[in-house]
């Protein structure tokens, strides 16, 4: 028996091997352009809200840089700190600069292109999703002001986004927002389907997904505080596949949540970390990315980026936390028109890297 016991125990700890073996993620390898973005000399980039390419491959750098935006909509107009929306062409030179000193673009949070070559601009304090042509001409504008806001502010009921993080308005936007289906809270990302219904992440001071025609008429939301199934800590990102799937970036709750066109849960993944920014790449075999991103305080924990079939299974994961090339601080957007072609944007490193991978 004292002779079977080695024999045994080896035995175990070979069989252990494999099933460690298949939690190890494949590293895929990648090149990396740092800073590949030539702008005038003037002009300096701040924290990457959003970056985008349309099918020209002209770059969209949505940044907020405390350039002082004036509003105007008041009896006594004052500047305040505010946000950039740049367009470079496909080598990255500048190209211009739109809607310089609007006042919708305070709190840079997410640029779009939608398949027609718009472009969308979430802005996350304005609580406003803006619709603009390609060249530049505002066509839709998604959320508005409440009529007014109670003083004292009410205080939320648990519903669906009927709370700010954290409830009332320590989440930062409007009080009881979340009752109003057009009036968003802090909103995080934007997403179209096929049919061009349009899907708003709500999801900072509220926690819900809004859907809208291509009309942009309101139709239905779904979500509410929570970590059970269809509920969200924070929805950061939105995605929408081939088939009208919508996923959705629940970082709170370290998991991608998976719905159907109408809001109906399907399944979750789990295995990505802390979800952040999401993308699906085009195409008949869609590929999604998810940024494991870490804030700034936990600036060297994690970071890597996941390559994974849009079942959940990961094909693969590349980079880490740090300021060096291909190295990731806080990835808030991700741009992968093409599946092998990359345009990530960071907050904490303040830059947008153009990545290769090699599959």
């Not at 505010?82 to 600069?97: A, P």
């Not at 159907?260 to 999604?288: E, H, R, S």
């Not at 305080?297 to 980079?319: S, W």
């Amino acid at each position: 028996m004292k002779r079977l016991m080695p024999l045994l125990l080896a035995t175990m700890l070979l069989g252990a091997f494999p099933a460690a073996a298949q939690d190890r993620v494949p590293e895929i390898a990648f090149d990396s352009v740092a800073n590949p973005l030539t702008l005038p000399d003037d002009i300096y980039l701040g924290e990457i809200g959003g970056v985008a390419a349309n099918s020209k491959g002209d770059i969209f750098v949505y940044t907020r840089t405390g350039h002082p935006t004036v509003s105007l909509g008041t009896a006594r107009p004052f500047a305040h700190g505010g946000s950039r929306l740049f367009q470079f062409d496909r080598n990255g030179k500048f190209v211009r600069e739109i809607g310089q000193n609007s006042y919708g673009f305070i709190f840079a949070q997410q640029v779009r292109i939608d398949p027609q070559d718009n472009i969308w601009i979430v802005d996350q304090m304005t609580n406003f999703v803006v619709k603009l042509d390609p060249a530049g001409h505002p066509q839709l504008l998604l959320g508005r002001k409440p009529e007014a806001i109670p003083v004292p502010a009410p205080r939320g009921d648990g519903g669906a986004g009927a709370r700010g993080e954290g409830g009332g308005a320590r989440g930062g936007g409007l009080p009881g927002a979340g009752a109003q289906s057009d009036v968003f809270n802090r909103p995080t990302d934007v997403a179209w389907d096929a049919a061009g219904n349009i899907f708003v992440a709500d999801g900072v001071g509220n926690a819900r997904v809004a859907k809208f025609s291509n009309k942009g008429v309101f139709i239905k939301s779904w979500g509410s505080k929570g970590d059970g199934a269809g509920q969200f800590g924070t929805v950061r990102a939105i995605a929408v596949d081939a088939q009208g799937n919508v996923y959705v970036a629940d970082s709170t709750n370290k998991r991608i949540q998976v719905f159907d066109n109408n809001g109906t849960f399907k399944t979750q993944y789990t295995n990505v970390g802390t979800p952040t920014a999401l993308c699906i790449t085009p195409g008949t075999n869609q590929f999604l990315y998810s940024s494991n991103s870490n804030p700034p305080e936990d600036f060297d924990v994690a970071g890597e980026i996941y390559k994974m079939k849009l079942d959940g299974t990961i094909v693969g994961k590349f980079g880490k936390a740090g300021k060096l090339p291909k190295e990731f601080g806080t990835v808030n957007a991700i741009d992968c028109r093409s599946e092998n072609n990359l345009l990530v944007g960071e907050i904490a490193n303040m830059r947008v890297q153009k990545l290769t991978l090699h599959p």
